[in-house]
């Protein structure tokens, strides 16, 4: 089988490399924090997420529960940035107000106007040129509050969501509909396309570097906490006084979560 982790499979390893390169991320690199990469991460809960600074979405068996999806968004909205780097396909859920849309086999994603004059394009290492290199690829039907970086010839396929009008979290996410954007160890060689888009990547992590990191704060005794939804998502969560989650949803069912999610 193939190793899929971002942190240990051989797939993502120059892009591995790349980010543990003190020139490029340490004391006195390019963006002058460390990475310190952390693996074990089974299921996501508010605790295994509590001081993490970036999640990266990868390839996954099974997909994302209900209950997990409630977490990513609070992760988001608290500080943390969400990377999602995978081939989206129909059975991916709703998340942050972007859904899946139809699968392609364009081997490219053009930036959009807005893309090039994103910190993803024009970041700390360098001018990113159009298009960037993918493999096979799926689009986002719908992008909730996020900015169109790059399309393929479906429809959006590379969103950048951060504090802005419509979005009052303090995290970022960076939703990208391939999985061999950043890849090098396919066996394949034409899915390897982390050479042609190591500036993208590096200053995608520049920019998260930018973000507080997910530090979740306690509501005040006796107070609940409710956190706006992103755009065609019409449920409500909220942190109940007891730290236990309530997330309605559009129809008036009720899903109940414990204070880890």
Same mark, same amino acid.
């Given at each position: 089988?193939?190793?899929?982790?971002?942190?240990? %499979?051989?797939?993502?390893?120059?892009?591995?490399?790349?980010?543990?390169?003190? @020139?490029?991320?340490?004391?006195g690199?390019?963006?002058?924090?460390?990475?310190?990469?952390?693996?074990?991460?089974?299921?996501?809960?508010?605790?295994?997420?509590?001081? =993490?600074?970036?999640?990266?979405?990868?390839?996954?068996?099974p997909? *994302?529960?209900?209950?997990?999806?409630?977490? /990513?968004?609070?992760? =988001?909205?608290?500080?943390?940035?969400?990377?999602? =780097?995978?081939?989206?396909?129909?059975?991916?859920? *709703?998340?942050?107000?972007?859904? #899946?849309?139809?699968?392609?086999?364009?081997?490219?994603?053009?930036?959009?106007?807005?893309?090039?004059?994103?910190?993803?394009?024009?970041?700390?290492?360098?001018?990113?040129?159009?298009?960037?290199a993918?493999g096979?690829?799926?689009?986002? &039907?719908?992008?909730?509050? @996020?900015?169109v970086?790059?399309?393929?010839?479906?429809?959006?396929?590379?969103?950048?969501?951060? #504090?802005?009008?419509?979005?009052?979290?303090?995290?970022? &996410?960076?939703?990208?509909?391939?999985?061999?954007?950043?890849?090098?160890g396919?066996?394949?060689?034409?899915?390897?396309?982390?050479?042609?888009?190591?500036?993208?990547? *590096?200053?995608?992590?520049?920019? @998260?570097?930018?973000?507080? %990191?997910?530090? #979740?704060?306690?509501?005040?005794?006796?107070?609940?906490?409710?956190?706006?939804?992103?755009s065609?998502?019409?449920?409500? /969560?909220?942190?109940n006084?007891?730290?236990?989650?309530?997330r309605? *949803?559009?129809?008036?069912?009720k899903?109940?979560?414990?204070?880890?999610?």
């Amino acid at each position: 089988g193939v190793n899929n982790s971002f942190v240990a %499979g051989g797939i993502f390893a120059q892009a591995r490399n790349a980010l543990l390169d003190p @020139a490029n991320f340490g004391p006195g690199g390019v963006v002058p924090r460390g990475v310190q990469p952390r693996s074990g991460l089974t299921t996501v809960t508010t605790e295994n997420l509590t001081g =993490v600074d970036v999640f990266v979405l990868n390839p996954i068996s099974p997909e *994302l529960s209900d209950t997990e999806v409630g977490v /990513l968004e609070q992760f =988001v909205q608290e500080g943390g940035v969400l990377l999602e =780097v995978r081939n989206v396909f129909s059975n991916r859920p *709703l998340l942050l107000g972007t859904f #899946p849309g139809p699968f392609v086999g364009d081997g490219t994603a053009d930036l959009t106007p807005a893309g090039r004059d994103s910190p993803l394009a024009q970041g700390p290492f360098g001018v990113v040129g159009s298009p960037l290199a993918t493999g096979a690829n799926g689009a986002y &039907a719908t992008t909730g509050f @996020a900015t169109v970086i790059a399309r393929n010839d479906l429809g959006p396929n590379v969103l950048l969501l951060q #504090p802005a009008p419509g979005f009052s979290g303090t995290g970022r &996410a960076v939703l990208i509909g391939d999985e061999e954007i950043f890849a090098s160890g396919f066996v394949t060689g034409g899915s390897n396309h982390f050479a042609a888009n190591r500036t993208f990547f *590096l200053n995608t992590f520049a920019f @998260a570097a930018g973000a507080p %990191g997910f530090r #979740p704060s306690s509501p005040v005794p006796g107070v609940a906490v409710a956190y706006q939804a992103s755009s065609g998502d019409f449920s409500r /969560l909220v942190r109940n006084s007891d730290g236990t989650f309530t997330r309605t *949803l559009k129809d008036g069912t009720k899903i109940h979560f414990n204070a880890q999610g």
